[in-house]
T-cell receptor, first 115, second 113 residues
Framework: AQSVTQLGSHVSVSEGALVLLRCNYS??????LFWYVQYPNQGLQLLLK??????LVKGINGFEAEFKKSETSFHLTKPSAHMSDAAEYFC?????????????FGSGTRLQVQP | NAGVTQTPKFQVLKTGQSMTLQCAQD?????MYWYRQDPGMGLRLIYY???????DKGEVPNGYNVSRLNKREFSLRLESAAPSQTSVYFC????????????FGSGTQLSVL
């Protein structure tokens, strides 16, 4: 079985501040992990993904995430928030042999960026 | 440059009515998916099709049926709509099931009264 828990349904930061969105996963096999972003009235877009290899992955728009197996975590960070980062962010996991399983999404974290 | 196209964008149904949500992709992807999005619950997988000719249940398949008509098209049918099926529905596709990037449509907002 696979599952994802996102801690905090709403996060508010000031423009220029660090963004930290938390994600913990559960998987009985090595997972493939993803972060997606959803802007208002749009579908989801991939920010970044971890499959194998380097545990620190960089994505679009200055975001990055680190896979920590010992903590079963895949937290999303950005050093300096921009107003345009305001959106909903979803962590997702795909497990099974070589990731051969459809994605399971977390419940999402809505990021607000204050001027 | 269409990507994943869903129709309709909005729909209002009465309880017990039926309808089909259409989805088509033009990226020659093998795998297609239907998700529903509800506040505070993220996206939940209804059904998916790993490749043409196959379909599998996801987390919340009850009350839905799907058809993978061909490689491009994957439809979702509500045979007898219920208020609990009020949601935003997203179709997505990917090259394959194996950890591939999903491409999403813009969603269908469905209300069942």
């Amino acid at each position: 079985a696979q599952s994802v828990t996102q801690l905090g349904s709403h996060v508010s930061v000031s423009e220029g501040a660090l963004v930290l969105l938390r994600c913990n996963y559960s998987s009985s096999v090595p997972p493939y992990l993803f972060w997606y972003v959803q802007y208002p009235n749009q579908g989801l877009q991939l920010l970044l993904k971890y499959t194998t290899g380097a545990t620190l992955v960089k994505g679009i728009n200055g975001f990055e995430a680190e896979f920590k197996k010992s903590e079963t975590s895949f937290h999303l960070t950005k050093p300096s928030a921009h107003m345009s980062d305001a959106a909903e962010y979803f962590c997702a996991v795909s497990a099974g042999v070589a990731g051969r399983r459809a994605l399971t999404f977390g419940s999402g974290t809505r990021l607000q960026v204050q001027p | 440059n269409a990507g994943v196209t869903q129709t309709p964008k909005f729909q209002v149904l009465k309880t017990g009515q039926s309808m089909t949500l259409q989805c088509a992709q033009d990226m020659n992807h093998n795998s297609m998916y239907w998700y529903r999005q509800d506040p505070g619950m993220g996206l939940r997988l209804i059904y998916y099709s790993a490749s043409e000719g196959t379909t599998d249940k996801g987390e919340v398949p009850n009350g839905y049926n799907v058809s993978r008509l061909n490689k491009r098209e994957f439809s979702l049918r509500l045979e007898s709509a219920a208020p609990s099926q009020t949601s935003v529905y997203f179709c997505a596709s990917s090259r394959g099931l194996r950890a591939e990037k999903l491409f999403f449509g813009s969603g269908t907002q469905l209300s069942v009264l």
